[in-house]
């Protein structure tokens, strides 16, 4: 860190700490609140229970754009939010049964009202204060990553909480610290402050011409309908494999995410490079088919067989998560103007995180899921990832025929 044009050191770890706790309050809880709920005689209402986050997502850019952009400072309002979902995520598991399952998933949904808008404001402080964000940013990046690695590993084997109520209090006893941090962090001041609001603003309406060109609109559309697939692997993936005999599931799904650190580092820009953004985005979706095609065969195998393709489908999220959301952030950083980026941005993980995953989880999770129920778990979980795969190979047919990708340069006028 001795280069002037980098971020001094102090600051580096003070934003990196921040990363890393912020996203261990989410691993704790996300990836194994299904086999909770299913312990707790809740599976019905997994399907809503997922459906949360993306709600958040939607309502995401208009709380950062009224309130963090015009009358608070980003680090204060993070810290204010943090508390907020912190006591709302330990109140949750209070009311983990059937009969109070509507109160369980109100909870839910006030922890990631307060929990969402943070992973915006966090990049807010972060992109403010580093000196050199293209090359100081991804290695901040990392530490997310991590924390949720971290958080894996500690609700496993620290806690054995898998299918324990202790996973949201871990969750809430970080966000409890991070929150305590944030009034610690340099001051970020609003950047519009005095500024009216508009709303269409918010939601990137100036986005809105560019679907006029086939390229834009395929691309946007089709990773909304990618996305409409992919809340199972989250929602019913840790049941999955305790159906399986994997008790410790927490742990066992942070190998996709160590997986994911080394595509981005080293598979990711060289494949982008050499392949170019349709090329990353096919294999992004082949990747979903490939993984959830082994998600059924591993339902009816055994032994070596059956956990190497375990293995193997939770190593592909490296593939199959960043292949197609990365493809995304840069296929619209290159074709609109920079005057609308943000708002584009904005719009795209409104379509993907937003509406993709909500419908993902009402359609796969809430519909499908008990629709192929039978007596045999197992011969239920083979039918059922199967039902993703058909959908995805028309998606990925779709885009592979419709999809034309013009050089960065060409935005299209508007």
Known sequence: ??????????????????????????????????????????????????????????ITPFFIGVFA????????????????????????????????????????LAHT?????????????????????????????????????????????????????????????????????SFFLPATPPPSRGKS??????????????FKHLGFAVFMFASLFACISMMPYWALGSTFANDLGIERSGAFFTMGQ??????????????IKKFGIKWTMLIGIASWIIRFVLFSGAATSTGATMMTMMVVAVLLHGFSYDFVFISGYLYVDRHVGEEIRAQAQGLLVVFTQGIGFFLSSQIFVNRVWPSVQTDDPLTTWKAFWMTPVFYLVVILILFAVLFREKRSTDVPPV
Not at 83 to 97: D, K, M, N, R, V
Request: net charge positive.
């Open 1 to 58: 860190m001795s280069d002037a044009n980098r971020s001094p050191l102090r600051l580096f770890v003070t934003l990196s700490g921040m990363m890393f706790v912020l996203f261990f309050v989410w691993g704790a809880w996300y990836v194994t609140m299904g086999s909770f709920m299913t312990e707790r005689k809740m599976g019905a209402y997994i399907g809503w229970a997922y459906s949360v986050a993306p709600i958040a997502a939607i």
């Open 69 to 108: 952009d015009r009358f608070i400072n980003a680090e204060k309002l993070q810290a204010i939010l943090l508390f907020l979902s912190g006591l709302f995520i330990c109140l949750t598991p209070q009311f983990a049964s059937p009969e109070s399952a509507k109160i369980f998933t109100a909870m839910l």
């Open 113 to 181: 009202l307060c929990f969402m808008p943070t992973l915006g404001l966090s990049n807010t402080i972060c992109l403010k204060h580093l000196s050199n964000p293209d090359k100081d940013y991804p290695i901040v990046r990392v530490f997310a990553t991590a924390g949720w690695i971290v958080a894996g590993l500690v609700v496993s084997f620290v806690f054995k909480a898998e299918r324990s109520p202790m996973q949201f209090y871990v969750a809430g006893g970080a966000a409890f610290a991070v929150g305590i941090y």
């Open 197 to 210: 609001v508009r709303i269409s603003e918010l939601y990137g309406a100036a986005t809105l011409p560019y």
């Open 258 to 271: 160590v997986a994911e650190l080394f595509v981005l580092a080293f598979v990711l820009p060289l494949f």
